[in-house]
């Protein structure tokens, strides 16, 4: 198969890239790409029940291997992962190469990876929608400042808001190489009057903002996203990814 990403990416130290890829209703686009995935990968796919779902998976994990691999000059298909025993999954290093860290995210039909050497780095992505129980995971997952600064808000504001600062957070935890479901509520931002975020605490240890940088990510239409990276962060470049292409 031949592989999209053409040129062979350059990453130093302190540098994050972060790439965006646009997931398609494409049988051939996903053919080629489970091709490259593993025994494993593809009985997953092969357990969802609708063919959409099955597509977006493979698309995604092939999409991950595809960029991956450029970065070791490697075969995609070659790459092992494995899992901490927080269940975040991580690339198994190759003899003599670099230590490459990343995170991935997908929301419907947009899937963001952020790569960085040898520090950790986390990413969310969440398409921006009406979420009629956002107030039950306000109360289960926000510290109580968080939930007092969105129930200020009203409309389009306090949604566009929540999807902020849910990134954020994730983002954040996901950095940290910890189960996200049950750490959300351990980390604070403070939410301005006019949306902006700034990192407060983690379980009310405020020297963490001196050592994370989390960054909004508005390179998706219809889409909020953040990416959470131990300082110091150098620079940010954002990439594409299609079908048959690096933009």
Known sequence: MCNPC??????SIGEIHVWTAHLVDEYRATADLLAILTREESAQ???FSFERDRMRFIQAHGIVREILSNYLDADAATLVFARTHHGK???????NG????????????????????DHSIGIDVEKVRDLPQAIDIVQSYFTP???????????AARRDAFFALWTHKEATVKGLGISVAAHLGRVEFDLDP????????????QSVAQKWSVLRLDHAPGYVAAVAGAHP?????????????VD
């Open 45 to 47: 796919a092969a357990q």
């Open 98 to 117: 670099p230590h490459l860290e990343f995170s991935v995210s997908r929301s419907s039909d947009c899937c963001m990876l952020a790569v960085q050497l």
């Open 6 to 11: 053409v040129d062979r990416p350059a990453l």
């Open 89 to 95: 999954p991580y690339l198994v290093p190759r003899a």
């Open 145 to 155: 400042a968080e939930s007092k600064a969105l129930s200020a808000l009203r409309g």
């Open 194 to 205: 006019i949306g902006g975020l700034r990192l407060v605490a983690w379980d009310g240890d």
């Open 233 to 245: 962060i150098r620079s940010l470049v954002l990439r594409n990814w299609s079908h048959t292409g």
